[in-house]
């Protein structure tokens, strides 16, 4: 299986997403984890091994590849079009973090 970044196929957001957190030195072990989540994918795709991979309700053929690491949960955006993977977006996801922060400081009063 092939795997590309959208739009350019070795260019795309994804691509400077990775780049960004192999330069920055609190999050370069994650851009390693994410990666090699992704080759595991690209070799095994359909089976998902230790990766934890969901499909999109209601966003047809979109995937999420999910990663957990040092507090910060990491999510890969994919779709798959024959042997092709096509990475679309990521982002951190720091929301649980957030929230439980605003729900004690409300308790607290």
Known sequence: MEVGYFPGWTSGFV?????????????????????????????????????????????????????EYQGIAYRVFFCMKGFEMWLLHAIEKKTPKTRSAIWTSLIDG
């Open 15 to 67: 691509k400077g997403y990775f780049d960004g957190l192999k330069k920055d030195g609190q999050r370069k072990k994650a851009e390693a984890k994410l990666r090699l989540d992704i080759l595991t994918l690209q070799e095994y795709w359909p089976a998902k091994l230790n990766v934890t991979v969901r499909a999109l309700k209601s966003h047809g053929p979109l995937w999420e590849l999910k990663r």
